[in-house]
């Protein structure tokens, strides 16, 4: 059970924590204030103790299948923060655009934040309810906590100690990684509730890297790992990359010169 405990909060404690760390340091890299971080995780935090409370009523909605498709929609907003993102900051000496950063830098905490917390919250409120696992449940989620916190700031640090141009491309790599992965989950979440047909597993890597070791659960949170993907995912994953890359160069070549609103 502790084993367990730790998997589980490190794999949702994990995929916020890297959203978070790369965000708040590219916001630092383009000098940025940084309060709006606060702002976000305080939302987050409230949308995810409140979407946790009410997952059983949205799990009846649908027929059966409300919380598959509210997480796929917190997915896919996600990956379109993403790409809002990742094209508004070559326009960067315009107001305007530094509010659209803005606010896709808050939508995607508040969301990876609000998705992943209610997942904790509903274990965590599970395991109060059998007096006998708490305290190993506690002790392995602060555990899976820590690591996941860890690993943000590891590339918090990495990413605003590079030279400027090397720590936004590095930035802007992880990012990608991170979107190609929410529209895999998001795919995937849309093949439990039947809404897409999966086919067979083009390839089972469960031997060598299994989803529920903690290699796996790095994995899952940096590039979107599954053992066992089917055809839809991966051509999903491969796109999404695909379309942020290009929309970002092409945002690029079509910037205009720095001047004042």
Excluded: C
Excluded at 30 to 51: H, I, Q, T
Excluded at 219 to 241: D, H, K, W
Aim: glycine share 8%; no cysteine.
């Amino acid at each position: 059970m502790l084993l367990n405990a730790v998997i589980i909060t490190l794999r949702e404690v994990l995929e916020a924590s890297l959203i978070i760390s790369v965000f708040l340091a590219l916001s630092q890299l383009l000098e940025r204030k940084l309060s709006w971080l606060l702002l976000a995780m305080f939302v987050g935090a409230v949308g995810g103790f409140v979407y946790g409370q009410n997952l059983g009523a949205v799990s009846m909605a649908w027929d059966g299948m409300g919380q598959e498709l509210v997480n796929a929609g917190l997915h896919l907003l996600i990956f379109l923060s993403l790409l809002v993102f990742m094209t508004s900051v070559p326009h960067q000496h315009k107001k305007r655009w530094r509010i659209v950063t803005l606010i896709a830098t808050i939508t995607a905490v508040v969301v990876a934040i609000t998705r992943e917390g209610s997942e904790i919250i509903l274990y965590l409120s599970g395991a109060m309810s059998i007096p006998n696992m708490l305290l190993p449940v506690l002790i392995g989620s602060i555990v899976g906590a820590g690591i996941g916190i860890s690993v943000g700031i590891y590339f918090y640090y990495l990413l605003i100690n590079m030279r400027l141009k090397y720590g936004m491309w590095l930035g802007y790599l992880f990012l990608l990684l991170v979107a190609g992965s929410m529209i895999s989950q998001a795919v995937e979440f849309l093949i439990q509730a039947d809404f897409i047909h999966a086919g067979k597993p083009l390839w089972d890597s469960s031997n060598l890297i299994s989803e529920r070791s903690v290699i796996g659960q790095l994995l899952y949170a940096l590039v979107g790992y599954e053992a066992t993907p089917a055809p839809i995912q991966v051509v999903a994953y491969v796109s999404s990359i695909a379309i942020i890359a290009v929309a970002t160069v092409i945002s690029y070549q079509f910037r205009t010169p720095p001047h004042d609103d």
